[in-house]
């Protein structure tokens, strides 16, 4: 006698199915771990929150500029998205800014990688090289929001469009402190 089989004909029938399962599994396993390891490592080089965001009508004497979203917890700088590889982010310290000479530098973009994040509202800053700075509240039609495609395939992007400088504040020494900026 085999050792599945059995004298009794439904218990033998239980074990065929028991072990047909156990098959179908061992074959699924396989494949269910792999697509799991892909989605993850593709969320690890390229997550969903990564967005392009390009900026337009920049002032001529920008020297730096960020996007700004204050949301139920406060008023932040949306950090920086570095490497294409292994993602991580980075929030500006805005305090260590240098002073550019030109705007043809290699580092200068109109377009960064941030780390997107629903908001109440959006702004812009900017640093200008005679190291004054101005901020911009951004109206609804002055901003165009990444598709809510990115949380299935990432790599979206976003526009935002500064209005006039006689539109912009000079933020206070406060409100960039919020910003992690400290005069030195």
């Known amino acids: 006698?085999?050792?599945?089989?059995?004298?009794?004909?439904?218990?033998?029938?239980?074990?065929?199915?028991?072990?047909?399962?156990a098959w179908r599994l061992l074959l699924i396993s396989?494949?269910?771990?792999?697509?799991?390891?892909?989605?993850?490592?593709?969320?690890?080089?390229?997550?969903?929150?990564?967005?392009?965001?390009?900026?337009?009508?920049?002032?001529?004497?920008?020297?730096?500029?960020?996007v700004v979203a204050e949301d139920s917890r406060g008023i932040s700088v949306l950090p920086l998205y570095y490497s294409k590889v292994?993602?991580?982010?980075h929030y500006p310290d805005?305090?260590?800014?240098?002073?550019?000479?030109?705007?043809d530098k290699s580092w200068w973009k109109e377009t960064q990688s941030l780390q997107w994040?629903?908001?109440?509202?959006?702004?812009?800053?900017?640093?200008?090289?005679d190291e004054q700075w101005r901020f911009w509240w951004l109206k609804p039609e002055e901003i165009r929001h990444p598709s809510l495609w990115r949380f299935i395939i990432s790599g979206?992007?976003?526009?935002?469009?500064?209005?006039?400088?006689d539109q912009a504040v000079i933020?206070?020494?406060?409100?960039?402190?919020?910003l992690n900026y400290s005069e030195r």
Do not use: H
């Open 30 to 66: 396989p494949i269910v771990f792999l697509v799991l390891l892909v989605v993850l490592i593709t969320d690890k080089m390229n997550p969903s929150d990564w967005v392009e965001v390009n900026v337009r009508s920049l002032p001529s004497d920008a020297d730096y500029w960020f």
């Open 156 to 165: 979206q992007s976003a526009g935002i469009w500064v209005p006039g400088e």
């Open 171 to 178: 933020p206070s020494q406060e409100f960039l402190g919020q």
């Open 94 to 103: 805005l305090s260590r800014l240098t002073t550019s000479s030109d705007r």
């Open 1 to 21: 006698m085999d050792l599945f089989e059995s004298d009794d004909p439904e218990e033998d029938v239980s074990l065929k199915r028991f072990w047909g399962c």
């Open 117 to 129: 994040k629903s908001a109440e509202r959006y702004g812009v800053l900017i640093r200008r090289r």
């Open 86 to 89: 292994f993602s991580f982010t």
